[in-house]
């Protein structure tokens, strides 16, 4: 990773800086995918952003550039004035899908991905980040015996472990049921308070990115823009039902409206 | 499940109604004589015959010094196949380098060895072993392989996220992720195994199950060489089912 001059000050100040960052895909024999096109946007340290846009618009491609774990890019992602050109204990990932190994128990699942040489410290980590996350006690169950929202709690428990700056999360809650999702996205926000991370989560629920983000990141379908960037001056605790809140989601659910009846 | 689990350990009925059937036409066709007698021996000659081979513990013997060149070949066609599986699934480059080598020499059945592997090892031990070793070495190789080449990348992305070292990625994720598919090939391979020991055996030997059946040929016995037959069959399905133990209690968070 290089150090990067600063341009001006303001920049410098901005902890996550993404500067005309565009992505293609190679195909053979057809023109070249591009998934992103000229992305610009910064991020304060300790916000929560989410990204939102349709299936397919790029939106989970944008947060494994950001995160290093696709480092084939054009442009500049700056994390805390260095180039990401890969994955760093520093960000944490939490995955769509949990991706947790069936052959381990959810401790030694957590367990993988640190280098703790002190066995003691990490048996203590690993139960403290299950605390956090409401899954004290399943120490030893196996990924088969867990439902899919405690899966998906293991699955941002193993990215928190190592105390990552920087939470990335790419739909976590898509394949929940609609109850299981509220409650992790309440605990979510509880984690955050908790761990005071920067957050940046991509999904396609604007409501799930009313309710927990301080700004939505709004990107238009492949080539992926940014359509807007709404900031939401909305209390640490929300309610999904007032006028406020419905107000701003409609705001947002329009830009998606109006690309649909342009497509009939 | 539990059926699935209980079914092949406990001969059912319907397992074993088709066994009867035959032997029941079998000892019809022997006994009335409507078969000689010195092409298909009656169930009762042989039935005698093995009382006598077991009794005096000259058939059991046998199957001992069969199954300790097994086991021997086996176990270097196991280790070998993992540790070169391991290295080729791993790396790109070695894989495309290897891949026409094993695929040309994988279709070679161990019997075309046998000339070669006499004139190079004698027919002592060393090359029973070789041959086990043969037979069962490319069957554990390409299970290894495709076993690593098909875990889901996503489980590697979660470790190269976090830049495992490399031990803790091969133990924790590679070999465990491979597993169902290296116990594939372990099964396999022990079968191959263990006709690749008779067939060594029919060729250059002075023990053995496979020894019993040619020098049982010579004499004529051919109660002796029916005996030998149904033996290899039985202890191939014995060793399976082992195996079959073993996966079920390393492969438990599969089922």
Redesign the interface.
Known sequence: MESLESRDMEQQNKYISVRDLRKKYKRKRQKDLQVLDSINFEISRGEFVCIVGGSGCGKSTLLRLM???DPDYEGQVIIDHELVKK?D?RRG?V?Q?H?L????TVEKNIG??M?DKDQEAKRRKISEVLELVGLKGFENA?P?ELSGGMAQRVNIA?ALV?EPEILFLDEPFGALDALTRIQLQKELLTIRKKQKSTMLLVTHDIEEAVYLADRVIVLANRPAKILDIVEIHLPEIRDRSSEVFQKIRRNIYKYFESKDEKEE | MRDKMKGSLVCSFESMFLIIVIVAVWYIAAETGSVSRILLPSPLTIGSTFMKKFGDGSLLTEIGISVGRVLKGYFFAVAGGICCGVIIGLSESIYRMTKILIQILKPIPPIAWIPLVILWMGIGESSKVFLIFLGGFFVVLLNVIDGIRYIDPKLLEVADAVETPKVKYILGLIIPAAMPSIFTGLRVALGTSWSCVVAAELVAASSGIGYMISNARNFGQMDVVIIGMITIGIVGKVMDEILKLLEKKVLAWNL
Do not use: I, M
């Open positions: 995160s290093g774990l994955t204990k990932f995955y899908e991706r190994f069936p052959w381990f993988f991905v280098n196996y088969r193993r190592n």
